[in-house]
């Protein structure tokens, strides 16, 4: 009787569960869409409300969506926040013309942390593709697992466990570390960058809104950064994080 009850809250909690994330999807695509229609017939203001909301609160958005809200707030004068919604989409899709734009809005024509290498392309392309390279990794070694199960008797060497291993080894890489870097872009104006998270640090640059840093922590008030090859830290209140 208990495994039956048990069974049944089980079965009861992951059908609630596709079911509210269900919910959530086509919620989340109802406001994009009322959003959209809102924006085509140049109810910009009532558009934003909803943009913001599915970014703020969702934490979902699109890169469309992403270049109409910077649409938006050039259109209302604060270049801050058009040049945050571009450095977000920039971060999705690394595009010089994003670049030039920002460029354009912050009146900085020597802006950093927007130089992308071809190796960042081809590590944002595998990270992107995180979800499915892990569970080909997964499902190969659940595989693996089951034939050495199955002849165990044969494989009864070292060898026979190695590929199995490997496997075991390239699943945790992929799913821990086959991950994009934290960015954020500079919006304290202006930005004071410092050797030591500490105010009696050496002072290394002050800038002004519009650079785009990678963050590699976070301790207290302060983020560690990337900035010229070098370990830096900013105050938190200096950096908006993508």
Same mark, same amino acid.
């Given at each position: ?70 649409? @938006? +707030?050039?259109?209302?004068?604060? /270049?801050? $926040? ?5 450095? #977000? =989409? &920039? ?51 659940? @595989? +693996?697992?089951?034939?050495?199960? /199955?002849? $165990? ?5 070292? #060898? =026979? &466990? ?51 840093? @990678? ?28």
């Amino acid at each position: 009787m208990q495994n039956s009850k048990a069974n049944f809250l089980t079965k009861f909690s992951i059908i609630l569960a596709v079911f509210i994330q269900s919910f959530n999807c086509q919620a989340n695509t109802f406001d994009l869409q009322r959003a959209d229609s809102l924006f085509n017939t140049n109810n910009y203001q009532e558009a934003m409300v909803y943009y913001e909301n599915m970014l703020e609160n969702d934490q979902v958005f699109s890169p469309a969506m992403l270049l109409k809200m910077a649409f @938006i +707030s050039e259109g209302k004068g604060d /270049f801050s $926040k058009a040049s945050f919604y571009l450095a #977000k =989409y &920039y971060d999705i899709n690394p595009n010089p013309r994003v670049i030039t734009k920002i460029k354009t809005l912050t009146e900085q024509p020597n802006l950093v942390g927007y130089e992308i290498s071809d190796g960042d392309r081809f590590f944002k392309f595998l990270s992107d593709l995180q979800q499915e390279i892990t569970g080909i990794f997964a499902a190969l070694l659940l @595989i +693996s697992i089951i034939t050495l199960l /199955f002849f $165990k008797e044969k494989a009864n060497k070292p #060898k =026979y &466990y190695i590929p199995t291993l490997m496997l075991i080894f390239f699943a945790f890489i992929a799913n821990n570390f086959l991950k994009e870097p934290s960015t954020g872009i500079v919006t304290g104006s202006p930005t004071i960058i410092m050797n030591k998270p500490t105010a009696g640090g050496k002072l290394i640059k002050n800038v002004d809104p519009g650079h785009r840093v @990678i963050i590699k922590s976070s301790k207290d008030i302060w983020y560690e950064i990337e900035w010229g090859n070098q370990k830096a830290f900013v105050k938190k209140e200096s950096i908006t994080k993508l």
